[in-house]
């Protein structure tokens, strides 16, 4: 069974940086790719970014290209997120997603995940 968990969320003001982890139990973490989604208030989950099982390839959503970088250390199980130059608009809880071992490939669409974490909020303010 896998299990992913988030943490690293919390407020911070407009400009400033965040740092998410996800840490996956279970085998399959290092031959699967993973992504970061997010869903604010009333709003549907949104891609971030993902990242290739071996951590060559990234790729992310044009609102947070430039800002957000995603990384991964197969050896510790863990991604991470590093969130800079925050804005009020990036508030939603976030999300770490695994797919499924074997799928290998950085996906952008939420159905394409297997596993997911209960998620962690950050709240930019203005």
């Known amino acids: 069974q896998v299990q992913l968990v988030e943490s690293g969320g919390g407020l911070v003001q407009t400009g400033g940086s965040l740092r998410l982890s996800c840490a996956a139990s279970?085998?399959?973490?290092?031959?699967?790719?993973m992504g970061w989604f997010r869903q604010a208030p009333g709003k549907e989950r949104e891609f971030v970014g993902a990242?290739?099982?071996?951590?060559?390839?990234?790729r992310y959503a044009d609102s947070v290209k430039g800002r957000f970088t995603i990384s991964r250390d197969n050896a510790k199980n863990t991604a991470y997120l590093q969130m800079n130059s925050l804005k009020p608009e990036d508030t939603a809880v976030y999300y770490c997603?695994?797919?499924?071992?074997?799928?290998?490939?950085?996906?952008?669409?939420?159905?394409?995940?297997?596993?997911w974490g209960q998620g962690t909020q950050v709240t930019v303010s203005s």
């Open positions: 990242i290739m099982w071996s951590g060559s390839v990234t």
């Open positions: 997603a695994l797919r499924a071992p074997g799928r290998l490939a950085a996906a952008g669409t939420a159905n394409e995940y297997d596993y």
């Open positions: 279970g085998r399959t973490f290092s031959s699967a790719a």
